[in-house]
């Protein structure tokens, strides 16, 4: 049974919004920080936004700093990212993933545990 599953996805417009949502099966949900990682085709593996389960913090990628926003809700496990003014540069797969419980941040390397990603795609 996968841990985290991700919904959401789909084809927009430029200027749409979209948001995703994240399933989480995890012990201690509340004391796991969870990422946004995304990749497009030929591209690294990139962090979107992380989100602590230490109050306030909170990290994007430079790309989606002021469009995007992340959060969580802690008593349905659940990690959202709501995405606004999408660009064709935002298509790219978008993973779910989970840092080791109790870490404040980590970056792709050190994430433990992944969902199977789901598909954005931006239309100009």
């Known amino acids: 049974q996968r841990q985290l599953v991700e919904s959401g996805g789909g084809l927009v417009q430029a200027g749409d919004s979209l948001t995703l949502s994240c399933s989480a099966s995890l012990y201690r949900f509340d004391e796991t920080t969870m990422n946004w990682f995304r990749q497009a085709p030929g591209k690294e593996r990139e962090l979107v936004a992380g989100i602590s389960y230490a109050p306030g913090i909170i990290k994007y990628g430079d790309s989606v700093q002021g469009r995007f926003t992340v959060s969580r809700d802690n008593a349905k496990s659940t990690l959202m990212l709501q995405m606004n003014d999408l660009k064709p540069e935002d298509t790219a797969v978008y993973y779910c993933?989970?840092?080791?419980?109790?870490?404040?941040?980590?970056?792709?390397?050190?994430?433990?545990?992944w969902g199977q990603g789901i598909q954005v795609t931006v239309s100009s």
């Open positions: 993933a989970a840092c080791s419980r109790l870490e404040y941040m980590c970056d792709r390397h050190g994430a433990v545990s």
